[in-house]
């Protein structure tokens, strides 16, 4: 296996840890965008569109996740080009919707409401 030296370090590089840096990266930079759009969409909504869903937040939470998924799923199985936001969109909801499902989970979502 190929090894480089880094010069300024000593440390051996291997292309194991160069591509762990390239995930690293890729990583941060799309936790970030997640982050910058979760806020963003937390500005129109704000928290109770979550936490006062019927049948609380888990449920509401649930709903939202499992349409996402059968859009994803109705996409991909058809091949059809989506005409209102893109499989990449929907990830992205998805993702986001689970960040939100830990923080009501650690009763960090909506401070005025404590229950899931």
Known sequence: MATMIDRNMGQYITPTLVREVHLETHMAATIKELGDLLLSKHRDYGPKNI????????????????????RINNLVDSGADPQHESLEDSFKDMANYAIIGLLVLRGQWDEDIRTV
């Open 51 to 70: 936490s006062l869903a019927p049948g609380g937040a888990v449920n509401g939470l649930r709903v939202r996740m499992h349409d996402k998924l059968a």
